[in-house]
């Protein structure tokens, strides 16, 4: 029971990241044979993002962390919202390659949406086509969840370790947070570091909530959907490195 490759419990591992379509790119290339049961997984993680976050965040952080308020976010020109993706691709496929397909569909969308030259494909890649994909999509991964594939120990194996992967996940990047608030000048509430996984945008409105909780006057969503976008980023890396390493 769980005898699981190297190759499988790296795309197993990526479940961490609590990002559905990086999850199942990886299990594609690395696990077919997982990949009904990985992306099962990894969306149902990420639809238990609110209740299995706050626990974990609680445990690791006292009523006055959580009580911490920050500073006003600076306004991001145009510009800089136009040459992000651009200068994040170049940099992703100059040294990891294996990741730029994840990590180009991310930043080609950001670029239509930002350019204001293409609305209509921008509308419809935000509504009519991301749907249209997901209706294919689910129908495909459906197809691997055959009795004989999916209903066995192997999968039992798979979810327990995915929820493993992404409670360390959590915790790290809370303790990720502490960290910068003791070494940084501004001051930064530890919450915002459980938004670091990909759960885009459930993680961040679970700090916000809780940040509510603690202090009335405690807004905290924009500045946990930074962590949370880079929590997509970063989970795009790590597999392009997965597949670079373990794919070989």
């Not at 935000?126 to 249209?132: G, H, K, S, T, V």
């Not at 999509?137 to 979810?159: E, H, M, P, R, Y």
């Not at 915790?171 to 000048?185: E, P, W």
Request: proline share 5%.
């Amino acid at each position: 029971w769980m005898d699981f490759s190297l190759a499988d419990a790296a795309a197993i591992g990526i479940i961490g990241g609590a990002d559905g379509p990086t999850a199942i790119y990886v299990a594609s290339m690395l696990a077919p044979d997982l990949l009904g049961a990985i992306a099962v997984a990894a969306y149902s993680y990420m639809a238990l993002v609110p209740l299995i976050q706050p626990p974990i965040v609680r445990a690791l952080t006292t009523l006055e962390e959580r009580k911490i308020e920050m500073v006003q976010l600076r306004t991001v020109s145009k510009r800089e919202k136009i040459f992000f993706p651009l200068l994040l691709l170049l940099l992703v496929a100059m040294l990891l390659p294996d990741a730029a397909p994840l990590l180009g569909m991310f930043c080609f969308g950001n670029l239509m949406r930002e350019c204001s030259v293409v609305d209509r494909l921008s509308d419809t890649a935000q509504n009519a086509l991301i749907n249209i994909t997901t209706i294919f999509l689910g129908l495909s991964v459906g197809s691997k969840l055959s009795a004989d594939k999916f209903l066995d120990l192997n999968t039992l194996g798979i979810l327990l370790l995915g929820v493993i992967a992404f409670c360390i996940g959590t915790a790290a990047g809370v303790l990720m947070a502490k960290l910068m608030n003791a070494l940084s000048k501004e001051p930064i509430n530890p919450l915002i570091g459980s938004a670091g996984v990909s759960a885009v945008p459930m993680a961040a409105r679970v700090s916000n909530k809780m940040g509510l909780e603690a202090n009335p006057h405690n807004f905290l969503l924009m500045h946990a959907m930074g962590p949370n976008v880079a929590g997509v980023i970063g989970s795009a890396v790590a597999a392009g490195v997965m597949i670079t390493l373990v794919g070989g």
